[in-house]
């Protein structure tokens, strides 16, 4: 059948009528909170749709005892009144359950209406089997479940952004009968969408998989499998990303792509010529030419990306018989995609010829569909039923991504779920050998063959300095290396060579082998693998189950003990507490004798499997394991081995060279700990694996300098060891001109930031009067989510009284989407902590006003900064003055980089720290920031001073 012939067949079937969907009734509740046994309904509404049209309706309010919490009002708009004289659950379950008859219940995450009426339905029925809300066989569908599944690659799936991607007019957001008509709409529209999302294979197996589950949706992907069994699986368009066999191409000098109607000029609509943006693009070029290191503070606007870019590319291509490749490394993820998905398709559209460019992540980011597909096979042996469920959204876009890149997709959340995903991801042991190439599915084997044959390729920190033999070694291809975002890789770094042991770890890698509670493991496949096997083999597998059984409950004993013992030695039990120990100090000997039995067991059982192991890997003929096990199983040894490593360094606690430290917390079910161990310095690290290995280096970002000099950045990352004469340093001056862009105020009259209610109260306070007399978009940058928190709350009814936006993090959502809100308003207000420091682009209205709460020391007394400064003090250096004031120094720097992103922005700053005009130290912090810092005496002063600025200097 040809694909033509194949639409009008499928156009000719109502997909309604023959998934069961002819007739649904979408629902939706309100409720005054998330937990079904001591929360609310306060709102039922109800959709009927036929055949994919709304007919009838059911909306209804619900009495409740208790006066709402104003947060539930704001969201939904229901008052109090709204509810007086309003019917009970009991009075309104006749017309509600006639109303839904038999018809398939939908819903937007419906198991949590579900739950909440099956919870009222038992508080008014006298046995679970009189509850008319348990709704037993009858048929559901998940709109989130099945955008999930058939449209992975969206990034979110809440009912508004679902109605964003579909078009779905969503009028009165968290009104029952309005979601609920939504959520009906966006069903049918998905129906509608569904003969080109789906195909026979695709939806064989999607059924197959949830078969094994008693999901209410069965009946729709067993229907679905019938119906969609002639529809042929989509050619996947060509990734132009992938191929790099670019052939070699002339091309221009450095200086003719940045001067005036140059190049770039020439051929991109927003390029415009800067001087700073071509002097920069030289020092790039003169490092690799020279085989030197070089350090370039770019700042804002200097357009630093194709500054090194280009001159990158140039060197590439210099000397065609020479196998050339930069790396380029950087810390966000946004400025990777920027790179590689904006800026180096801007030079191959002024070039008009291909770039050879590849990104590069590590191993844990790729699948591997060989093991998918075995998972999918054996998945009533190895998963449970919510794992199954979750599992669905990789089915799609496994056959159709070409990278394997799991961050293409938003359907299913690898952090969220790490014990599945590490059965389907590319693994160094079961995916060893031939067995597992990139022609059988293995991505990053097959990401690794791109970049090895690519001119530049796109890293991370984390990456670039834990695999440096893959990209330093020599002699083919020649390297050198660019680091953009500089000023992170320290804590990068850390981050990444940091031990962090969790029970779920251990329990997940026992699970893998043996699972506690079901017939399903890698042993377990290996006893039904081959009836041949000896008995003493079965005997010793079934031993090394038995084992598993006993780890379990010693990890359960430990993990459940351990973190009641930390809270009892906190003042504050109730508050989750981060300690650092010593070896042989009091908290230490705690850890070593809570934790000193699961290591002799853990040991135990290491040396026991892997020995068995290794003798299932020498069997041959008839006893021979099947491949795929026995990489299975080497990897499980794998796994248990470095755990148990990681276990000893933290027991043992001897190496001089990390900090130890735990953290623990009573939880919202169970108390819960976690043990970590990080290096205090990467420096002789970096020296001897990193800058003694590469030809040369750029390093560069807005904030690399402190007090005029590199001289942090230099010791941090061990470059003041490399022969000063390869090191060069340039600071560049900025393009725009900041004194007449942003005013830098400092008010003297704030609190010291140490007295912190009082504090937060005055930083309150002064946002407050801003909120209600300065109509213009408002940064208000914290150190810590309970001041952002506090500021919020004390902010919330003025911001309301004013008619403005007020966004805070966590309360408001993801920081995308926060950020997403801010630039949408000219006078909107944004608190926020950590993640809005650095790393945000706001332009123009929307961000003219920024209040820095407080100076952002590292709190002393965390274990990484607490031992970082105490290595300082012992080679007899002043920790404060060549650590802490640098490290503030430089977030500051960045803090303040939010407000002008552009030659057209205008802004001030306050910085609401008084030490910053009145302590000893705050003469350094000042001589680094981009603009002199005005004291201001009192708020009158510091309100006409911005109302002077805003409607004088800077209009």
Known sequence: MTK????????????????????????????TGLDPQSDQIIEIGAVRFVHGKASDKFQTFLSCPKPL???????????????????????????????????????????????????????????????????????VIDTAMLARIFWPEFTRFSLNRLCHEFGVTLEQAHRAVADARATGEVLAIMINKLPQRVWGSLADSLNHLIQTTTHRSRFFFNRLSVLAKDIPKPVAESNPSLHTDASPVEM??????????????????????????QEMAELVDAALQDNRFSLIEAPTGTGKSLAYLLPALLWTEDERQEERQVVISSHTKALQEQLFSKDVQDIALSLKHRISAAVLKGRRNYLCKRRLNLLLRDADQRLSESECLRLLPLLRWAELTQTGDIAEIGGFNEQADPYLWSQVCSDSQACAGSSCSSGKGDFHRAAQEIAAKSKLVFVNHALLMSDTDRFLLKPAPLRKVIIDEAHSIERAVVAAMTVELTAAQFRDALTRIADERSSRGILYRTIRANDSLGDELVRRVQSAIDKTALLFGVIRTVFAQLPGVLLGMAADPNRSLRIRFRKDDNLHRTVNRELDDLLLQWREFSIFFEALVSDLLKLRGEEKLPAELLFELRSSAEQINSLLENLALIVEAADRNRVFWVEAGSGRLNPWCALYAAPITISEMMHKEFWQKVD??????????????????REALGLDLVESSRVAETALNSPFNLPEQMQVLAPLYMPDPRQQQAHNEAVAELASDLADQVFRGTLILCTSLEAVRQIGNALEPVARKAGRILLTQRSSGAPYELLKQFRRHNDA?????????????????????????????????????????????????????????????????????????HQNDIGVAILCDPRLMQSRFGHAIRGSLPVPVQPVNSKAVLLEQMHYFFHTVAV
């Open 69 to 139: 919490d104003s947060f539930i009002t704001e969201l939904t708009g229901i008052t109090d009144s709204d509810l007086q004289n309003s019917p009970s659950f009991l009075e309104v379950t006749g017309e509600f359950s006639s109303f839904l008859a038999e018809s398939v219940i939908v819903g937007q995450n419906v198991d949590f209406d579900l739950q909440f009426l099956s919870a009222s339905g038992r508080r008014i029925a006298d046995t679970s089997r009189e509850n008319l809300f348990t709704f037993r066989g009858r048929h």
């Open 252 to 277: 221009p000098g450095l200086v003719a792509w940045f001067e005036e109607k140059g190049v770039f000029e020439q051929n991109l609509e927003r390029f415009s010529h800067r001087p700073i943006q």
């Open 829 to 901: 207000i944004l608190i926020g902590a950590a993640s809005f420091w650095e790393g945000i682009d706001v332009i123009g209205d929307s961000l003219q006003i920024l209040i820095i709460a407080k100076l952002p020391f590292d709190v002393p007394t965390e274990p990484w900064v607490e031992a970082r400064s105490e290595h300082l003090r012992d080679a007899g250096r002043d920790a404060f003055n060549e650590f802490s004031i640098p490290s503030a120094t430089l977030k500051l720097k960045q803090g303040l980089g939010r407000l002008i992103r």
């Open 696 to 713: 040369s280096a750029v390093l560069t970002s807005a904030t690399l300098t402190c007090n005029g000099g590199f001289r942090h950045i």
């Open 4 to 31: 033509d012939n194949l639409n009008s067949a499928q156009s000719a079937v109502n997909w309604f009528e023959e998934l069961g969907l002819a007739d649904f009734v979408a629902v939706d509740l309100e409720t």
